[in-house]
């Protein structure tokens, strides 16, 4: 390799062959050294050959050995790529080691270093884990960030696109607000999708695309909210509706399923005969995984439920029930049209079918709090300590008129 190893004043490039190492065939390793800023790091490439074949001066593999040819150009390769790397890290205006251009020279595929690449990677991830791992309303709360940051990004920089490198705390917090004034997000809502944010910027930071973190420096703390639920006389005014079509039916009976077994979306739209186990006793539990959290969840059936399943069955078997759940936009478009047709003036959708589970059907009947949990799958015992404020503060409102009463 009859050339100067020198890519500037800077770093220093160098082949050698590390004869003092010498396996039994006596070739020794070649090593490629980099010398920069005063520090020294020896890189071994994986080639090998013996001490009298190789040509210190021109860092080459003398021709006469019978693979001097392929050896050579790959360590052509070798001090290409790493001159490279070096013009990259060089010209990207952010400050780098030697580790960080070894680090660079060893990935097989350099890292993404724009915020697009990193979210169609996000994207493509999470789309292979729907059903698997996340439900689709996880992957949809990807896709709006998604959505929302190429819209940020137009607004912003005129451009859908820029470097990784150029995120920081300000474009963090910038990026909240837009959520949050632009987009009409509640709090909650922006703080969850800034965690999608943060899951989609996480391989720069690994791969050190991104040298710092800016969520190190910023505080993502979810507001406490009261939790809307429905009351039985509420439940009865949906079940007591008449003459609807056959859509609405199945969406009304669906969420009043939901309603006494506490089942997410999600969970109820995968629910088949063989979740259903009949106990010794002769009654019947949902016993599944949730599809969200992968925690076994056990609900035993109570007769409103199986009341629904039997309405759907072609057989006297209940648990030969059939139905197509709609999608999840479709059925909360629903559930506006009950709500109105039943008068009931609170938010309807098909999550306030679980939280109602939680507190007019289980907790506001005595049921232990470790119970309610168990069922409803929850990974810890402070998701379920919310539905309980909700009673607590529903038996407190209760009471204020007794009290007043007695003053």
Known sequence: MNRNLNNSLEIHFNFFCRSYISLENKESPIVFRIIFRGERKD?????????????????????????ATEINKQLRKILAAAESNFQKLKFSGEEFSLDDLIRLMKCKTPPP????EYMVLKDAEQKKRIGIEITHTTWYKYK????????????????????VSRIDLDFIKSFFMFLRKEKKNCHNSATALMCCLKSILLPAVKNRVIKVSPFDQYVMKREPVVREFLELHEIKQLENLKDLNPELTLKRDAFIFACFTGLPYGDLKKLSRIHIQEDNDG??????SRLKTGVLSIIPLLPPAEKILLKYSPTEDFRDFNWEIPSNAKFNEGLKKLAKLAGIVKPVF???????????????????????????GHTSMKHTQIYAKVVAAKVKSEMKGVRDFFS
Do not use: D
């Open 144 to 163: 709006r960030t998604i959505n929302y940051l190429s819209e940020f990004l137009l607004q912003k920089t005129g451009n859908k696109n820029i470097p």
């Open 113 to 116: 270093q724009t915020i697009q």
């Open 283 to 288: 009654s019947f539990n949902i016993k599944h």
């Open 43 to 67: 890189v071994f490439t994986g080639i090998y050959c013996q001490k009298k074949f190789w040509m210190k001066k021109e860092r080459l593999v003398n021709l006469i050995h019978p693979a």
């Open 350 to 376: 098909v999550h306030l079918g679980r939280h109602t589970f939680a507190t007019t059907v289980t907790l506001s009947n005595n049921v232990s709090l470790e119970s309610v949990s168990k069922m409803l």
